[in-house]
């Protein structure tokens, strides 16, 4: 009997379809396509990632855990919402976990990486100077993946990129409001600086003044959005 090679490749198709539905989910909530505490319509994202609505469902399981949505058995999915205790707690966590990578990284960091990461930075520069937030953005989160990774600690990635998958949906406004973009970078420079000095303790400072300045910025540009005529303060974003 011949093989019917369409029917498979289209069984083949659907599969790759069906997979890419959590990672397509993931990609737009962090790209900041849906507003927080926004509902998710599990039809409506079927429909548009061309998969039935199983794998929608799947997905948002998978990204309930990961901390990026919120399920309400009665209600439905919504994009998460976060309280100020929420956020500080992950800032807290977040300068913890940059302390101890500035102080894994600067004793081993190369030549070469300390080149790699100034070069990253000019690159961010010259977003900025271009005003292109839009690659600003993933630039940005480049870099500081890049840094844990150069530690070549498997374990602090994974705990690294769990926590900042939460952050992310908090980062736009502040980097965007208030010439956060332009500190932002500056403290970026400051970091690689302090790492070319192969010195533990100046390394985890950066790294931790940099967390720190974030945080900041966060509340700054919550405070400026709760202002704004018409606008609720029940998010916060860094």
Not at 29 to 48: C, I, N, P, R, V
Not at 61 to 70: D, I, K, N
Not at 81 to 89: A, G, I, L, M, N
Request: overall charge neutral; cysteine-free.
């Amino acid at each position: 009997m011949k093989p019917n090679y369409s029917s498979q490749i289209q069984i083949l198709r659907s599969q790759s379809l069906e997979s890419a539905a959590q990672p397509e989910i993931y990609t737009m909530l962090l790209q900041g396509q849906f507003e927080m505490g926004q509902k998710l319509s599990e039809a409506a994202l079927a429909s548009s990632l061309g998969v039935s609505r199983g794998p929608v469902r799947e997905a948002f399981r998978a990204l309930e855990e990961a901390g990026l949505v919120t399920i309400s058995k009665n209600r439905g999915v919504f994009v998460r919402e976060f309280t100020p205790k929420d956020v500080r707690d992950l800032y807290d966590i977040r300068m913890g976990l940059d302390e101890m990578t500035g102080r894994l990284l600067a004793p081993r960091i190369t030549n070469e990486q300390v080149a790699e990461l100034e070069a990253m930075v000019q690159t961010m520069q010259q977003m900025l100077d271009r005003d292109d937030l839009t690659n600003y953005f993933p630039q940005n989160i480049e870099f500081h993946d890049r840094i844990v990774r150069m530690t070549g600690n498997d374990k602090l990635v994974g705990l690294y990129r769990r926590l900042t998958d939460e952050m992310h949906l908090m980062r736009r406004r502040s980097i965007a409001q208030g010439g956060g973009t332009l500190i932002s970078n500056e403290e970026h420079r400051d970091i690689v600086a302090a790492l070319a000095t192969r010195d533990p303790e100046t390394a985890a400072r950066a790294m931790r003044a940099h967390g720190a300045g974030g945080y900041r910025r966060l509340l700054l540009a919550t405070r400026e959005f709760a202002e704004q005529p018409g606008r609720a303060a029940s998010v916060a974003e860094s």
